[in-house]
């Protein structure tokens, strides 16, 4: 439990912390400022949209274009919590499909 309230807290927390990192540079110079926003946002784009999507693959067995569009689904239509719940939700219609509408294909 713990592990799981630190994974969500650190999703909560972390575009605040990478706010406040920058202002901090801003006391440096601009430039030093601008690195430190580039740095942070080139590395949460390439956190969320490659890293964990891979990490999901092997951890719940879902390709990872399928958890970044459960992600952006669910959060359209339900916003932070449809996000939070779309790879399980993902998860278990992949196991009903499989399940229930095509378990012919595994005595092919």
Do not use: N, Q
């Not at 092997?58 to 959060?75: E, K, M, R, S, Y």
């Amino acid at each position: 439990m713990g592990r799981g309230l630190s994974r969500c807290s650190r999703g909560a927390l972390g575009p605040g912390a990478g706010i406040v990192v920058s202002l901090v540079a801003l006391a440096v110079s601009w430039p030093v400022a601008l690195a430190t926003a580039g740095f942070y946002i080139g590395f949460r784009l390439l956190e969320d949209y490659l890293i964990m999507p891979r990490t999901m693959k092997f951890a719940v067995d879902v390709h990872p274009f399928v958890t970044i569009v459960a992600v952006l689904i669910g959060g359209a239509l339900l916003g932070i919590v449809g996000a939070l719940v779309a790879v399980p939700a993902a998860v278990a219609l992949g196991l009903l499909l499989d399940e229930f509408v095509f378990p012919h294909l595994d005595h092919l």
